[in-house]
């Protein structure tokens, strides 16, 4: 890791003459002040410019701000069906972070039917494990029931709005309906015309885990109880279904006129609590248009806080229905991220899976800046006491961990190196909400979360790691996850995770002014552990243990991605990073959706946009045996959300990058895509970045610093710069070579930089150059 987070540190009174690409210096633009003045910030009047006050002597147009502009360019995006989807990876899908449902025909009827599931409804027996003790539950499901047998639909599920509107036609007449969820409430709307009717029906489902799809209860088992229904004095159905170890799910709905409202509420461990949460959530829902409205304004405050335009037409729909699929999936507070998300389907993963899904499934909120979404670094910050219970009692006074799956509180135990099982998976989740802190620089998140729980983590490692003959420190037997062959020591997923830990709890010590007492053993580690094992193909999985057999996962890989502690700006490294990733491809039987999003963005970070794009495509073509599907969602062995996010964050990593403490602009775009605009695309040292290519060359880049941290700006841009902060004056730049340039720019202050005459600053949609069909089954 070669990042340096601290405080804004300026550079000297005199501005450095700065050089570009090409070998030009850094130039003011004329009439400006010369490129030596000092700048001076909010000098108008003592006014800040950014923040509005005083005369800004350059803006960005951004043609983004209103409704009427959103809406159009996001009903663009959206998903279209006018044929009856009939797999849960065909149809809309809906969700609030807790609630979810996806819609599609009734397995062998002629009705239409919505999900209900719950995010927070699990068992609570960890005697039986993460798939069947402490596992996701079904709740149930809602069946609407034509008179006439269903010819076709017309529907759209609207981004902008997060709706689902649209018609059904059967041989009697037509349905027209919409649909949303908020607030932990479903609401349906639907009206007859010609001679259908309008009925709904709920079925809930046995309280058992979905993992029965693909083997037998453990020994011991005993079902759930059957649930019971009831029918409050208001009409209110509930259906209670309680639970074995102890707890109870509540589903309550009604129907008024044309409208049905339906909440789930969970809790453990009362038995009761469940049914007044259930009812609550409706008397609150009050109607479909009340709660449409609250449900509109947050989903368009929502999308303007970034914006992506790329000329793919799919690919450009395709990362907009990521964004409203994360943003319907978890939200801060909530239930981390299961494999499914909230929308639960039969599957022999029904648990939270922490050796590679998790880390996956949140990439994207960073550069879209949504930190509310981080449901992640909220779990691991809640529930600290129960990784410390994880990991064997011997080690409990200093460590923590998380084993391969888990329930939303984080309850799975950690096997002990030597034993061959997966022991990084913590670690490695704390790099994601690392990353939180870095995007945000939020002193609080390393405080309380990422320190002192990855002080326990990387503890866990110190108790095992021995002097060698070499005189190196060596790991005992640990697994890379769920490669089918165990290295005898030296497990490259490990390595790469107790580097990057020691490094970072060193450089958070100093932030924080913590005199740590295991400093000096974090800096011994540093110094004498061993190196990577490698061999002619790159690196390998572990000591004595090449990567010889194909494999999913590019665990053995970690400190190239996401880690960046062996990365394309060391020069040394570029041959073995090469072969690395060329040989994992090369044995491809065995992979899935996310071997490709995984090398894309090793291709992106090596700067070559050609090959990144070639490998994402892949994940979209429907002759590999693992594709992205009809709606977006993806499949294996049953649904697995992770997929498809990560391939949103391999766009991310074409279009801008943050590593290494360098902001990168544009660096692996496709040769094909001429035209790209990003928006406030949040990068670590918590700035916003707003960039426009045009004609295959970057017009301006403009960078709000949220944190005052340093700036160090990889361009792409050739010719005489100009680089001007937000009242006029020029920044001072310092020239680092490689066409990266170091700017002061003081917290709550913008800095524009081009080159040649100023561009017209407008942020707007490209145009398309690649058309392509809309998701769904249009």
Known sequence: MTSQPGKHSPLPRRAVLGTAMGGAAVAALPGAAHAEQPAQPGRSGGADPAAGGGRRPWRLRDTMTTDIAWEKFLRGQDLLWTRLPTLWHEGPFLGDGLLGSMVYQEPGANQIRFTVQHASVQDHRPEFGSGWGTCRLPVGHLTLEPVGTITSVDWRLSLWNAELTGTVTTTAGTLTLSALIHDEVLAARVTAGGGEQVTWTFHPEEAVSPRRISEAPPAGYTANPPWTTRTAADGTEQVLQPLTGGGQTATAYHRTGDSLLLSVGHSSPSGTAAEAASLRNLRNAASYSALRRRHTRWWHAFYRKSFVSLPDQRLQSFHWIQLYKVASASRAG?????????????????????????????????????????????????????????????????????????????????????????????????????????????????????????????????????????????????????????????????????????????????????????????????????????????????????????????????????????????????????????????????????????????????????????????????????????????????????????????????????????????????????????????????????????????????????????????????????VLLDDGTPARTQDLGDGTLAIDLPRGHEVLVHSGSRPDLVIAPVAVSEPGPAWGLP
């Open 334 to 722: 909530g239930p981390v991220m299961a494999t499914s998300g909230p929308w639960l389907e039969p599957t022999p993963w029904p648990a939270v899976w922490w050796n590679l899904n998790v880390q996956l499934e949140y990439w994207l909120i960073h550069g879209s800046n949504h930190p509310e979404l981080d449901s992640l670094a909220t779990t691991l910050r809640q529930n600290q006491e129960q990784l410390i219970t994880n990991v064997p009692a011997a080690y409990r006074a200093d460590s923590s961990g998380v084993g391969r799956s888990s329930d939303m509180f984080a309850n799975r135990e950690v096997g002990r190196p030597g034993s061959g099982t997966e022991v990084g998976n913590l670690t490695w989740a704390l790099h994601n909400v690392w990353l939180s802190y870095r995007h945000s620089m939020d002193k609080s998140l390393l405080r309380d979360t990422i320190y002192p729980v990855l002080r326990r983590a990387i503890n866990y490692y110190l108790h095992f790691l021995t002097p060698g003959s070499d005189g190196k420190l060596h790991l005992p037997s640990t697994l890379s996850p769920e490669y089918p062959v165990v290295p005898p020591q030296d497990t490259n997923y490990d390595l790469a995770l107790i580097r990057w830990g020691c490094q970072t709890l060193l450089e958070s010590a100093e932030l924080l002014g913590i005199d740590d007492e295991l400093t000096p053993r974090w800096q011994e580690v540093l110094a004498r552990l061993t190196p990577y094992p490698v061999d002619d193909n790159g690196f390998m999985i572990g000591a004595s243990t090449p990567y010889a057999q194909s494999h999913r996962h590019y665990s053995h890989l970690l400190m190239v991605y996401p880690l960046y502690l062996v990365n394309w700006d060391q020069p040394g490294s570029r041959d073995l990073i090469a072969k690395s990733v060329a040989h994992w491809q090369a044995l491809a039987s065995a992979h899935r959706g996310y071997s490709y999003t995984g090398a894309a963005s090793i291709y992106a970070m090596t700067g070559d946009g050609d090959t990144a794009i070639t490998y994402l495509r892949k994940f979209f073509d429907p002759t590999t045996r693992f594709p992205c599907r009809a709606n977006t969602h993806y499949t294996e062995a049953g649904p697995v959300i992770e997929t498809p996010l990560s391939a949103s964050q391999s766009l991310h990593d074409m279009f801008c990058q943050s590593w290494g403490g360098v902001i990168r602009v544009f660096p692996a775009v496709p040769s094909s895509w001429a035209d790209v605009t990003l928006h406030n695309f949040r990068t670590q040292g918590a700035f916003l970045v707003s960039a426009v290519r045009k004609a295959g060359t970057t017009r301006f880049i403009r960078i709000r610093s949220l944190a005052g941290e340093p700036l160090k700006l990889r361009h792409g841009l050739t010719g005489p710069l100009t």
